[in-house]
């Protein structure tokens, strides 16, 4: 077994860098705003664009539920399958999609198949970063997520150019075709984790600690892992799942809304407003990356505490309707905290539940980012009062508090247990 694990261990990184660029295809999602338009065009015009904007919500919802929903069918899937059968679903959902003239037929091509596919490839490779590199599971996790959340800045604008050039047809059968080949092929270069590896790499770990000069750290006590259905019967799951469903919440309002915002309370036009939502989008990107290596090297639930808490200071200094400058930096720090959650929720769920069965759990807990997707631009849409989202923003404070509490609660349980 031994000998199994180290053949494992010398291409572990290039199976990480597959995994990254399949990440980077499934990002792919983050462009709807670019293709929406074309789309309603070719849809019969402005008279369907909120039923064609309804789409993008089937997909985000099917991404985040369909790990949670089809859980008991893909718990029998090893990655490279859910790679396969996800690519697939991808792929095709672009290919045919640039094919077809009914918003029926749009939901079920954009809003199932690229929505149902994402779910299937993104969550797993969360689960399987922490798995590859258990031994630097926050700065995995957060690479892959930044490589997912940030894809679509350099998608954005290639999508852009080839619908400009050549048309919808012609750039979702490109990108159809391209992401078939890609994620087909990084599903048989990848390869699972073997069974107990993460367990082997914790007890190197801990020799190499004994062995070090300095002295070595009392031992953590082992956390029981809890499947799918043991986990959301714990009450700790449901702590946690308030402290990222609602520190989600604020970021998702500031990300979805954000052209909105600054064009109705400073009165920018949409393309300045646009220089933003990238800077709102990258941020979100570099927040992934930078929080989730953060969780290697201080106390975790530290960092939760952190990013829970920096939204509330930042929606309610928003509350206030400051001036576009701060606004706009309250924006980006919430945008920079958004993406914090990403690149933790991964290590903290292996952390609370254990690692063996991370790849299902995380599937339920990204979950998260479905719910703060429906409260958080609805809330915004909900209590704007003529481009004033003041009333929304003091909502968004008032949930990134609760936020923060059930974070504390979550490090005080973990510190009782520790004892």
């Not at 069918?73 to 792929?91: S, V, W």
């Not at 993460?198 to 300095?214: A, I, L, P, R, W």
């Not at 990013?307 to 309707?321: D, E, N, R, Y």
């Not at 998260?368 to 909502?395: E, K, W």
Request: hydrophobic share 50%; with cysteine.
């Amino acid at each position: 077994m031994a000998q199994q694990y180290e053949a494992f261990e010398k291409k572990r990184i290039l199976y990480f860098i597959v995994g990254l660029i399949a990440s980077f295809m499934v990002g792919l999602g983050y462009t709807w705003s670019v293709v929406q338009t074309p789309i309603v065009q070719a849809m019969g015009g402005e008279s369907v664009t909120a039923t064609v904007a309804l789409c993008y919500t089937v997909t985000v919802l099917c991404s985040t539920m369909s790990p949670t929903i089809l859980g008991g069918f893909t718990k029998h899937l090893n990655i490279r399958q859910m790679i396969l059968l996800g690519g697939l679903l991808f792929g095709l959902g672009y290919l045919f999609c640039g094919h077809i003239h009914s918003l029926p037929l749009l939901f079920i091509t954009y809003g199932l198949g690229t929505g149902i596919g994402a779910g299937l490839i993104y969550p797993t490779l969360m689960g399987f970063s922490a798995s590859v590199l258990p031994d630097k599971t926050g700065i995995s996790s957060g690479l892959m997520s930044g490589i997912y959340g940030g894809a679509a800045i350099i998608w954005s604008p290639v999508l852009a150019n080839m619908i400009e050039s050549g048309g919808l047809t012609f750039t979702f059968n490109i990108i159809g075709i391209v992401c078939l080949v890609i994620l087909i092929a990084a599903s048989l270069i990848i390869q699972p984790v073997p069974e107990g590896y993460v367990e082997y790499k914790k007890s190197q770990m801990s020799v190499k600690s004994d062995t070090s000069g300095g002295q070595a750290a009392a031992p953590k006590p082992s956390v029981p892992d809890l499947t799918r259905g043991q986990m959301v019967k714990t009450s700790m799951f449901y702590v946690a799942a308030v402290a990222f469903a609602f520190g989600l919440t604020s970021g998702m309002m500031v990300i979805s809304q954000a052209s909105q915002i600054i064009q109705s309370g400073y009165g920018l036009t949409a393309t300045q407003a646009a220089v933003y939502v990238s800077l709102f989008s990258f941020m979100s990107m570099i927040g992934r990356i930078v929080w989730g290596a953060v969780t290697d090297h201080t106390d975790k639930y530290v960092t939760l505490c952190i990013i829970c808490a920096i939204p509330v200071l930042t929606m309610g200094f928003l509350a206030f309707s400051p001036g576009m400058i701060p606004a706009v930096i309250c924006m980006a720090l919430t945008a920079l905290c958004y993406g914090g959650f990403g690149g933790t929720i991964t290590p903290i769920t292996a952390d609370l539940f254990g690692s063996k069965y991370i790849t299902e759990n995380y599937g339920v807990m990204y979950l998260m980012f479905g719910i703060a997707g429906l409260l958080g631009p609805r809330i915004a849409v909900t209590l704007n009062n003529n481009g004033n989202y003041s009333r929304a923003f003091l909502v968004g404070c008032i949930l990134a508090v609760i936020s923060l509490i059930a974070a504390f609660l979550v490090r005080k349980k973990v510190k009782s247990f520790m004892k």
